[in-house]
């Protein structure tokens, strides 16, 4: 048998042993921690080299995207130099939300630049451009109800097809049912569109010609129609049937005399 001191001995050793196992498993968790901790910062540097690289290979096409915006054209030069990129936007893949912007400002510019008439190359590859990068803008951003409206635009351009320009509409409606900058941009297409593209969106021209109508700011309205095309007077003349007489005398006054349509 082991005598009391044995016995204490024997349980101070068994703890100097467990303390040792601690602390050589502490040691052993540390580096692996600290290996952890060095791959987490290697990953966020390498992602934000990366990302600074995009946005240095991208910068001349964010200048010309932002002076469109601003000033709503640029020089021929300007837009010729940053032309290629969408491309490369598509190609790489890249959904980073500044970029795909810039680019679909950029691809838009140059349909409008582009005279079908006197370069219907030119006009046709800048078209198909658009269309191509607005549907890999549309797989990064699905819910942007710009995008939906701007492909419509695109599709219509190539060959308005009113069932299928409705359909694309529709999305553009469904995601931004109430916002002014939407339904303004809305209003400015609806005007464009042939009579039968209206009649197959109907609800929708009647939903955001309500909307705008009733709430949206008459100059703002005015201004982005300030030629009534005649597919959509009919719509017009709907949606101000319960407009006050006030609200239509704000509306004359803006350049919009909803009472002078033929």
Known sequence: MLTRGEIRGTQKGSKRKIRAAAISSGVRRAPFLSCCFLLVIGAFLTLAVSELHRSVEFADMFVVAKQIEQDGAVSANS?????????????????????????????????????????YEGWLSAVTVADKFLQHALSCMPTDSNLWLRLAVVRAVIAEDPQATAQLMAQSVKLAPADQIALLARLYFWNRFSEATLKNSEPMVEQDLGLLFRFGDPSQIAQEIPNVGPALIPYIKRASTSLSDARKRLFARSGLDIAKLP
Not at 94 to 102: H, K, L, N, W
């Open 79 to 119: 837009l010729s130099r940053v032309a290629s990129m969408p491309a490369k936007v598509v190609a790489g893949g890249y959904c980073r939300s500044d970029i795909v912007m810039a680019a679909a400002t950029i691809v838009l510019t140059q349909i409008d630049t582009e005279n079908q008439a006197n370069d």
